[in-house]
């Protein structure tokens, strides 16, 4: 089977590294090399032994003939739709100029002008459309497999095609191990310009129930961006404090997603032992899923979870929606990292399960 040109990557946890008999844990994933390593599915052996689905996506051959479906999926859209997609070299949303007579926008990145891909927008007439998810979306990546539970790639990304400052080198490695399924990224200047960099990963969590309203969320964060609505879904330049409201789920246990319409994007993250934490929990499949990163460039959190669909979405991310906006004010982090000729830095978010009661 291969998608984006690319063999799907499987990797199988490897003995005695995969989660104790007993208790849940990873043991399965494919990856895609041939569309810029996105995450199609990750395996859950949950307490009872069963395996499961962790990602909401359709079966290999099915996904080969969404993604390989030719004009629909402009600019790697697609990517997004399922599975798991890596976000680079920013993640959520870039707003410009609409380009007339061409599907791109004119931006502004810290005083240069880049065109963009205008790949998404508002649904409703009139609404805005910009650019969304990074430049890598339908990217392949030449990789290697040196072992069964790991997957590595080098992407001379360049100046992803005339659209970025400076030029880029991307490495990724996934890896099974312990039970949790592990990504990690490194983006390294070798141009001779500032590189604004901004990487995330984009993972839909089935629900094994499929018992949406009962969902728990747990996310630690003092802030939410406000937007103007769920349609453009973009930033007003407002922050947000969560204590006490609908979008607080930094207790404990986390709070029921009931029938709360989820498109935000959450900041000012409590961590938790150096580590930016959410969980996804699941009560009546008695199992949760828990994203960690240590990383101290992810500063933002996207949730996505419409009620009427049996998965959550969690971006960790190191940037806000538009951070290059003027919507902003001038004393909010935005998140963007920004690397010096010869720099570089890494993003890593590690995949782990385990029960919980009913």
């Not at 307490?47 to 051959?61: Q, R, Y």
């Not at 629909?72 to 949303?93: I, M, Q, S, T």
């Not at 095609?161 to 399924?181: I, Q, T």
């Not at 500032?194 to 969590?205: D, V």
Request: charged share 25%; aromatic share 8%.
């Amino acid at each position: 089977m291969r998608i984006g040109g690319a063999p799907v990557v499987r990797l199988t946890a490897e003995a005695p590294a995969g989660a104790p008999a007993g208790t849940p844990g990873f043991v399965e994933a494919e990856i895609l090399p041939g569309r810029g390593m996105m995450t199609l599915q990750a395996r859950l052996r949950l307490p009872s032994g069963e395996i499961v689905d962790a990602l909401f996506a359709p079966p290999a051959a099915e996904a080969a003939r969404e993604l390989d479906g030719g004009a629909e999926d402009f600019a790697g859209n697609k990517a997004f739709a399922f599975g798991g997609a890596v976000l680079a070299p920013f993640a959520n949303r870039i707003r410009g100029r609409a380009l007339p007579g061409a599907r791109e926008i004119e931006a502004d990145l810290d005083g240069r002008t880049a065109r963009l891909p205008r790949n998404w927008g508002g649904k409703a007439p009139g609404a805005e459309q910009y650019a969304m998810h990074g430049l890598i979306l339908d990217a392949p990546v030449p990789f290697e497999q040196p072992s069964p539970a790991r997957v590595t790639g080098v992407l001379e990304a360049g100046d992803f095609g005339g659209r970025w400052p400076s030029r880029a080198v991307l490495g990724f490695e996934y890896r099974l191990e312990d039970g949790a399924l592990a990504l990690s990224i490194t983006a390294r200047n070798v141009g001779d310009e500032t590189l604004p960099i901004g990487l995330g990963w984009h993972p839909y969590f089935a629900l094994p129930s499929g018992q949406r309203r009962q969902a728990r969320l747990r996310l630690p964060a003092d802030l939410r961006a406000e937007v103007n609505d769920y349609d453009e879904v973009l930033p007003t330049g407002r922050l947000s404090p969560t204590s006490g409201g609908p979008y607080d789920f930094g207790g404990p246990d986390g709070a029921a997603l009931g029938d709360l319409y989820l498109d935000d994007c959450f900041t000012g993250l409590r961590r938790e032992d150096g580590q930016a934490v959410v969980d996804v929990r699941d009560p009546a499949a008695g199992v949760g899923l828990r994203l960690a990163s240590r990383s101290p460039h992810v500063k933002a959190i996207q949730v996505f979870a419409p009620p009427d669909k049996p998965f959550v979405v969690v971006e960790p991310q190191f940037n806000l929606a538009d951070p290059f906006g003027a919507v902003w004010p001038r004393e909010v982090d935005t998140g963007m990292a920004r690397l010096q000729p010869g720099e570089q830095l890494s993003y890593d978010v590690r995949l782990s399960a385990f029960a919980v009661g009913t």
